[in-house]
């Protein structure tokens, strides 16, 4: 969960602001300001470029993930199932971020109203929770898949898979769901600019003239109780999978065996280093520049989407073999 902290520079922000009675007036303003990435205003168009081709390639790679497991009936399993899951995610947090920013990149169309803003952070926190989940599921697949290859089919049944699916919602669905009512209860009476591209709990909570102690608090509860099982899960099956491999014979069994895992290795890899990363640098390290710490947790609701779909189709057979034959029959 992305999370930016406040630090608005007055002299900046001027042509934004209102008058001084009308800002110490405001209860719940009607709309926020969103300042896209502050002290890189001028190279706003420069920057959607690489945030537009991201944004483009997590829709198409998504996408199509999700048209070949349809269309290909041997790959109606649980693995790619949760692939799917994935995608569909991936494909919220980046639609639920990026085109706001576009518009403010593109057009300076900063102003989002009160109840967006709201939206905007619950799908965010939500789908991202949702997203580790999904990949704790994954591993939980993966250690089944190898540990117990002749239960796998048995353990992991569809209904099984779709129980998890729910349960997953659920959870994520639950567990955000106070940000936007905490967003909601605090008195904003300093100002409605959020030095962002997007709502984040954290950076709208800041605003507000009251003690947000509880909505901070609630935050990093989120990131460590729910983040934090599920990375204790995902080492818990991956202590289990080596322990597993280590007892083959060969050691190109090790490696071949080894190698079903490493697409969701870089899956985890491509969503919680950079997440994690963004969140304390946030929390913890006061000398990095504003503008750099706004620029990287934008970033990060565009890495996992568009990675996911280029390292499941790059390193899984199955889904290369589709995706080419794909194109050969367009061809001929």
Sequence with gaps: MQETPLCLRVGHLLRYSMSDSNTTDFINPSTFILLGIPG?????????????????????????????????????????YFLCMLAITDLIVSTSS??????????????????ACLTQIYFIACFLTMESGILAAMAFDRYVA???????????????????????????????????????????????IIPQPYCGHIAVVNLACADIRISSYYGLFVLFSVMGMDVFFIVVSYIQI?????????????????????????AISAFYIPDFFSSLTQRFDNNVPRHFLVLIASVNLLVSPMLHPIIYGVRTKQIRDRLLQLFTHKET
């Excluded at 470029?49 to 483009?56: L, N």
């Excluded at 540990?147 to 699916?165: D, E, R, W, Y």
């Excluded at 490696?255 to 697409?263: I, N």
């Design 98 to 115: 990026l085109p706001k920013m576009l518009s403010i990149f593109w057009f300076n169309s900063r102003e989002i109203s009160f109840s």
């Design 242 to 266: 080596l322990r597993a491999i280590f007892c083959l014979p060969t050691k190109d069994a090790w490696f071949k065996t080894f190698g079903t895992c490493v697409s969701h290795l870089c």
């Design 40 to 80: 890189l205003e001028a190279a706003h168009i420069w920057i959607s470029i690489p945030f537009c081709a991201m944004y483009a390639i997590a829709m198409l790679g998504n996408f199509t993930i999700l048209f070949i497991v349809k269309r290909e009936p041997s790959l109606h399993e649980p693995m790619y």
């Design 146 to 192: 190898i540990c117990h290859p002749l239960k796998h089919s048995t353990i992991l049944t569809n209904s099984v898979v779709a129980k998890i699916g729910l349960a997953l919602v659920l959870r994520s669905g639950i567990l955000t769901l106070p940000y936007p009512f905490l967003v909601r209860r605090w008195p904003y009476c300093r100002t409605n």
